[in-house]
Structures are given as C-alpha cells and as structure tokens.
C-alpha cells in the first residue's frame, strides 16, 4: 500500500512556548483499533524521502483530548519504535508513556537507541 501526501506547510520553526510546549490533541473524529496489523506501506510526499514502515503491530485509541496505545510496535526504514501507555492533555495532561527507538545505523556507526518515559500531570 501507499499513502500519497500533499505540499508540506511553508511555516517557519518557532520554539514552543509553556503552556503551549505540551500538545492538547485535537482530532475531527476518534480512531481506535485494538488490534493493527499492516505490513508494508510507503508514505510519500513530494519531493521527500519516502518513508517505507514494514509492519505495524499493536492497538491505539486516539480521540479529542486523548492517546492511548497498546504496545504499538512500528518497524522501518527509518527505525523500530515501541509506544504503550497513554496521554490525556483533558485530564490535566496525565500521562504515563513509554516510548523506545532503535534507529538505522550509520556507516561505521551502532544503531543509535532513544527512551523515554514520563509519568505524571500538571499537579506532579
């Protein structure tokens, strides 16, 4: 499968600014799979390097003030990323997520790793 994107926007980087830094998450209408599985599908746009993902596998709920997944595991070119946990910006951005990437390695170079977790809301 394939996924084709317009134009990206021609907006300049600006920093985020607090209280803006945290996203507030506002979708047109809830998406949930508790089960995903899809293997092979490219994402392009324009004159950008496509993104080739190789399978998805997990569950996600994301609704108007929420994210939740369920050991969504995305495997690519551009790495192996691992997401479970949730993120409510309505609940006082309660949040406890976990988030692992193992990126491509470069020439000469091991793959690079990336984790985080935070847990926590506005009042901790």
Same mark, same amino acid.
Request: glycine share 8%; no cysteine.
């Given at each position: ?5 317009? $134009? ?7 920093? $985020?600014?607090?209280? &803006? ?6 979708? $047109? ?10 293997? @092979? ?5 324009? &004159? ?31 790495g192996d990323f691992r997401i ?11 949040? &406890? ?10 020439? @000469? ?5 990336? @984790?985080?977790?935070?847990? @926590? &809301?506005?009042?901790?």
């Amino acid at each position: 499968a394939q996924l084709e994107l317009g $134009p990206p926007e021609d907006k300049p980087f600006e920093l $985020p600014r607090w209280a &803006d830094v945290l996203p507030s998450i506002e979708l $047109p209408l809830a998406l949930q799979a508790d089960t995903i599985e899809v293997d @092979g599908l490219r994402i392009v746009q324009q &004159d950008a390097p496509p993104i080739d993902i190789t399978r998805i596998r997990g569950g996600i709920e994301a609704a108007d003030g929420e994210f939740r997944a369920t050991q969504l595991k995305v495997a690519g070119n551009l790495g192996d990323f691992r997401i479970d946990g949730h993120y409510l910006p309505r609940e006082d951005y309660r949040t &406890d997520l976990t988030v692992r990437a193992l990126m491509p390695a470069r020439p @000469g170079q091991p793959r690079a790793r990336l @984790g985080l977790v935070a847990r @926590g &809301d506005l009042a901790h």
